[in-house]
């Protein structure tokens, strides 16, 4: 089945404590995006990836790090998380990322809260 | 700069009747444009996309929109609301730096009654 996974789906930290959370998908997609989705202000992208070792920011990515050593894996950092951090997180993956016309895949979503 | 409005955080409406969520843009270039649906718990689905085809795009479970480039609109509709519609739907445009960005509207929350 086509999907994009993510890792782990729920997720409660302490400030200052590193964490990881995984995206992979089976679909061979060059671009893959993140995202935070916060009450009243829809989903903002922190970081995409156009293709491998190639990532660039979006319009939140303070406080966040992301790599794209393999096509399926996009993993987000967090080196220290702080509360404002709090939200919900959703990878994305999509054909060709140039192409606005392309649709893009949501992952499950990750449910974070950083006490 | 694309941004997208979502007028209606909430909308309630009865099982069977119509539904209306309202989405406008601006955009300096031709856009393309999305609704997603959110149920609850899960990721993002695609309902339906305008890829300047055509002005009027069906989607899944029995919804629609029409692009109007003259009102900047792209409205989402389903003649009889059921109730497995209840979820939050979100409209998004591409945007323009080319980076395969989703611009996306607030959301709104569609509750259906029975």
């Known amino acids: 089945e086509a999907q994009v996974t993510q890792n782990p789906r729920y997720l409660i930290t302490v400030t200052g404590k590193k964490l990881t959370v995984t995206c992979s998908q089976n679909?061979?997609?060059?671009?893959m995006s993140w995202y935070r989705q916060d009450p009243g202000l829809g989903l903002r992208q922190i970081y995409y990836?156009?293709?491998?070792?190639?990532?660039d920011k979006g319009d939140v990515p303070e406080g966040y790090k992301v790599s794209r050593k393999e096509k399926r894996n996009f993993p987000l950092i967090l080196e220290s998380p702080s509360p404002n951090q709090t939200s919900l997180y959703f990878c994305?993956?999509?054909?060709?990322?140039?192409?606005?016309?392309?649709?893009?895949?949501f992952g499950p979503g990750t449910r974070l809260t950083v006490l | 700069a694309q941004s997208v409005t979502q007028l209606g955080s909430h909308v309630s409406v009865s099982e069977g009747a119509l539904v209306l969520l309202r989405c406008n843009y601006s955009s300096s270039v031709p856009p393309y444009l999305f609704w997603y649906v959110q149920y609850p718990n899960q990721g993002l689905q695609l309902l339906l996309k305008?890829?300047?085809?055509?002005?009027l795009v069906k989607g899944i479970n029995g919804f629609e929109a029409e692009f109007k480039k003259s009102e900047t609109s792209f409205h989402l509709t389903k003649p009889s609301a059921h109730m497995s519609d209840a979820a939050e739907y979100f409209c998004?445009?591409?945007?323009?730096?080319?980076?395969?960005?989703?611009?996306f509207g607030q959301g709104t929350t569609l509750q259906v009654k029975p």
């Open positions: 990836s156009m293709n491998v070792e190639v990532t």
């Open positions: 679909m061979n997609h060059e671009y």
């Open positions: 305008y890829t300047s085809a055509a002005t």
């Open positions: 994305a993956s999509s054909p060709v990322g140039t192409s606005g016309n392309n649709e893009q895949f």
């Open positions: 998004a445009v591409t945007g323009s730096s080319n980076t395969g960005k989703l611009i």
